[in-house]
């Protein structure tokens, strides 16, 4: 990913952190508050039942599970619930979605009988014990809970996590069929191997250029070609667990349904779409390439299943998107009229730019960056997870979970290639210092065409181990603003280095 010659951070400081290319849309209309007695009373309907903290509830949900526990949040189209299972204590949020039906107190459900009235057994009733297998208990090792397969994302993104690394981390997976493929999302906001705390303006400018693409690839892979590979007998439930999300990790990060996040972390760092390019061509042409940008964000987000307003508030600068809970659902408005407001638009004049002390560390509101905590309400998250029991417990497989990662291969191949990317940088400067090096002389056409044969063996090797790392090599590191201008220019070499040994003769 090639970093572009001017800074945001300068063409905010220019600007005054605005860029007046408005996209507000028709503000949708409000709908109806929620209930006056039920807003006296504190409680919120949750599933079509009036809820309030400190309730003792039982949950059924969608999968199947039962939870009981007491009440210890409740906003908008989501409840906390602190319960403890299998010894594990946890509060866990449950969307209302997720919410198949709700009943206030601790009692059991009644048990039903096991036949219909004619006799026949009900198809709910709990099968018969079979009295012909083996009374012992299955051996760790052959536990029959569900199965669970870490991906590990770390390292600079698009750089060390690359879609290569990836094919080969989900045909490992594909080995072991697990039930649940978990990405757990730790990479660094980096550029170079230069890391930061900090928002870095220009790599959220990166962020749309090489970052997207890297995103683009590897959801692919993840998406698409589990779903329609035949050898994966049965689907795995690809989940992200995010520990750290800013940076065009974002874009991947949103091509999920299933998001679980860390406490204390963001999804975002994408954003100032709106001053790419800014000073470069007019502005049908900066714009053009703008939204062919957003469209290509806009896919993951639509993998995913979240609103393209939200796409649009982590982009753009000179957006506004506020929200409300109707109903236990965020309604979204394009403007500032919603109970929660996401995202400003920017405008000093109106004083509402955010400082630049505030940007680069990715707070204020020019730009939307998800907290775990709005992420909850806003249905990008479904909860917030500190440690993989609270994961395990949060996806209801706490239960003799069998945990694939001695075996797994994920983390080796990930720090393969990374220490391949490496070393193939390291390898074609040598090339590169070698060819330098190496001027075509000789006292005869005979010794003058053998210096030209090994310079272009020594271009072909450079060919061949930027083939091998394309996706992930920086050209910037050879002099070149791109991979392909390397190989264009290796191969014009070549082209005229045959030449002259064609006409050099003795």
């Known amino acids: 990913m090639a970093r572009r010659p001017l800074s945001l951070v300068t063409k905010l400081i220019a600007g005054g952190l605005l860029a007046g290319l408005p996209l507000l849309a028709p503000a949708i209309g409000v709908l109806a ?30 999968d199947g599970r039962t939870i009981t526990g007491e009440v ?66 299955p051996k760790d090792d052959q536990a029959q809970g569900p199965s669970v397969y870490f991906v590990p994302i770390v390292g600079e993104f698009g750089r060390d996590c690359a879609a290569t690394p990836m094919r080969e981390t989900i045909r490992d997976a594909r080995k072991f069929q697990p039930d649940f493929l978990i990405f757990v999302f730790d990479s660094e906001f980096a550029f170079r191997r230069e890391e930061s705390n900090e928002l870095d303006l220009s790599q959220a400018e990166l962020a749309w250029q090489g970052g997207l693409e890297a995103a683009l690839n590897m959801a692919e892979i993840i998406q698409d070609e589990i779903r329609d590979d035949p050898k994966w007998v049965k689907k795995p439930t690809p989940v992200a667990w995010v520990r750290r999300g800013m940076g065009p990790t974002a874009f991947l990060i949103m091509s999920f349904k299933n998001i679980y996040m860390s406490s204390g972390t963001k999804i975002g760092g994408i954003g100032y779409l709106n001053l790419l390019m800014a000073g470069v061509g ?3 042409v900066q714009e053009k390439q703008r939204s062919l940008r957003f469209g290509r964000a806009a896919g993951l987000f639509d993998k995913g299943g979240h609103d393209l307003k939200l796409l649009r508030a982590m982009a753009r600068s000179e957006y506004e998107l506020s929200f409300s809970m109707v109903n236990g659902k965020p309604a979204f408005f394009e403007n500032l009229t919603g109970d929660e407001v996401l995202t400003d638009n920017g405008d000093p004049q109106e004083g509402k ?29 479904k909860g917030t997870v500190n440690s993989r029991e609270e994961l395990f417990y949060a996806l209801g497989i706490e239960r003799q979970v069998r945990d694939l990662s001695k075996d797994a291969k994920a983390a080796k191949i ?40 090994r310079r272009i063996g020594m ?27 390397l190989v264009v220019q290796s191969n014009i070499q070549i082209d005229m280095l045959k030449q002259q040994i064609r006409l050099d003769r003795d």
């Open 33 to 62: 508050p929620a209930s006056p007695a039920l807003a006296q009373s504190g409680e919120q309907k949750i599933a079509g039942v009036a809820v309030k903290v400190g309730d003792t509830v039982t949950l059924t949900l969608a």
């Open 72 to 137: 210890t949040a409740v906003t908008g189209n989501q409840i906390k619930v602190k319960s403890k299972v299998a010894g594990i204590a946890a509060e866990t949020s449950y969307n209302a979605s997720e919410i198949k039906s709700l009943t206030v107190g601790a009692a059991q459900p009644a048990t039903a009988p096991a036949t219909t009235p004619s006799g026949t057994p009900r198809p709910d009733a709990p099968a018969k014990p079979n009295t012909t297998a083996p009374a012992t208990e």
């Open 282 to 284: 007019d502005v049908t």
């Open 353 to 381: 730019a955010d400082l630049l002390s505030d940007a680069i560390r990715g707070r204020g509101n020019d730009v939307l960056n998800i907290t775990p905590e709005v992420a909850l309400k806003l249905g990008v998250s």
């Open 414 to 453: 990930q720090s393969e290639w990374s220490r391949g990317v490496g070393e193939a940088e390291a390898e074609i400067n040598r090339l590169l210092a070698e060819l330098q090096r190496t001027p075509v002389q000789g006292a005869t056409a005979t010794e003058r065409n053998a210096v030209r044969g």
């Open 459 to 485: 271009l072909n090797k450079i060919k061949s181990t930027y083939e091998a790392y394309k996706e992930s090599v920086d050209p910037n590191r050879f002099g070149s603003s791109s991979n392909k201008e």
